[in-house]
């Protein structure tokens, strides 16, 4: 079933937020392999954060991402506007399969 | 640079099919897995199907297993989602997206996805 993440984050400009993401210890718990991806309104997801916390080139270091056991994160620092956006976690669940979390709504106020 | 580009949706009756493709450019195609995640109108990505680079492995969430069927043509940089038995349940935009050499590696390279819609 998919990862659990929170419906909604917000900060204000400058501020940092952090998503969470927890699955079990048949996915997140048991495999390095968390991404994160960023959407925006009628976008296709981009890739932010790979293998829990590689960056691929071109991403700010304002991203980054940690685990820790059956649950991962995501850091937005020094957000800014256009960090407004659905924010999804991703992880390998065994067996050749994937799954995503929910989506968590981040909000800059 | 890599571009991937879904074709194929459209309006289908409950019960019907569909075939979507997926072409990818400006890589090694045949090296890397790929993969279909869709998302219904105002709802969360959800994993579909992934398949390896040489055909071997294919493997689909829960409720499109037996009922989609994914394959890939190397020659052509080419993979196809053949999508049997529609329900409403699988409205939505399916992406198409570039893997790794590995299922559990980095997704980097999505399309802008293609719109199907299951109704009567």
């Known amino acids: 079933s998919a990862l659990t993440q929170p419906p909604s984050a917000s900060g204000s400009p400058g501020q940092s937020v952090t998503i969470s993401c927890t699955g079990t210890s048949s996915d997140v718990g048991a495999y390095n392999f968390v991404s994160w991806y960023q959407q925006h309104p009628g976008k296709a997801p981009t890739l932010l954060i790979y293998?829990?916390?590689e960056r691929p080139s071109g991403i700010p270091d304002r991203f980054s991402g940690s685990k820790s056991g059956n649950t991962a994160s995501l850091t937005v620092s020094g957000l800014q506007a256009d960090d407004e956006a659905v924010y999804y976690c991703h992880s390998y669940a065994g067996s050749d399969t994937l799954v995503f979390g929910g989506g968590t709504k981040l909000t800059v106020l | 640079d890599v571009q991937v580009v879904e074709s194929g949706g459209g309006l289908v009756q409950p019960g019907g099919s569909l075939r979507l493709s997926c072409t990818v450019s400006g890589v090694v195609f045949s090296s890397y897995w790929i993969h279909w995640v869709r998302q219904a109108p105002g709802k969360g990505l959800v994993w579909v199907s992934s398949i390896n680079s040489d055909e071997t492995i294919t493997t689909y969430v829960d409720p499109v297993r037996g009922r989609f069927t994914m394959s890939r043509d190397n020659a052509k940089n080419t993979v196809h989602l053949q999508m049997d038995s529609l329900r409403a349940d699988d409205s939505a935009v399916y992406y198409c997206?570039?893997?790794?050499?590995?299922?559990?590696?980095?997704?980097?390279?999505w399309g802008q996805g293609t719109q199907v819609t299951v109704a009567s």
């Open positions: 293998d829990v916390n």
């Open positions: 997206a570039r893997g790794d050499h590995y299922v559990w590696g980095k997704v980097a390279y």
